[in-house]
């Protein structure tokens, strides 16, 4: 999958300084064991010799599962979610930022990620997801 998303996001892979994968709260990183945005993250980081950093943003608190949310429901969900370490706080100021994650419904929280990264400085914030959720499709008639 980082292969994949690496040739498909080659220019903006190419013109960050740093790759920040979008964070899970503790509690589901321990349920999982894994960050699958941060796997993905670092392997297009390895590949492209840029800087991966899974330190810098954080979640500061848990949100419900998306899933079954409506884009506005999303929005709230994921608002006032995320962080900046405050260690870090100074790392991001005139960076260009990629944010990674797996999956991208509505946008919200990769949004909400890019809001706080913005905040923190950030010359420009991209976004490459390996999956982008469409709409359910619905048939057309005449």
Not at 17 to 30: A, E, N, S, Y
Not at 32 to 45: E, G, K
Not at 105 to 126: P, Q
Request: proline share 4%; hydrophobic share 45%; net charge positive.
């Amino acid at each position: 999958m980082a292969r994949m998303m690496g040739r498909a996001g080659v220019n903006i892979v190419r013109d960050a300084d740093v790759i920040i994968p979008v964070p899970l709260h503790r509690w589901r990183l321990w349920g999982r064991r894994f960050n699958q945005a941060a796997f993905l993250a670092q392997r297009i980081a390895n590949h492209f010799a840029i800087s991966c950093r899974t330190d810098v943003l954080y979640r500061v608190k848990a949100s419900r599962s998306q899933v079954g949310l409506k884009a506005d429901e999303r929005r709230k969900n994921v608002a006032k979610v995320f962080e900046i370490t405050p260690e870090n706080l100074g790392t991001i100021a005139g960076r260009r930022v990629l944010l990674v994650d797996d999956v991208m419904t509505t946008g919200a929280t990769a949004g909400s990620c890019a809001a706080v990264l913005k905040k923190a400085g950030a010359a420009r914030v991209d976004v490459l997801t390996f999956t982008l959720v469409l709409g359910p499709l619905r048939p057309h008639i005449e």
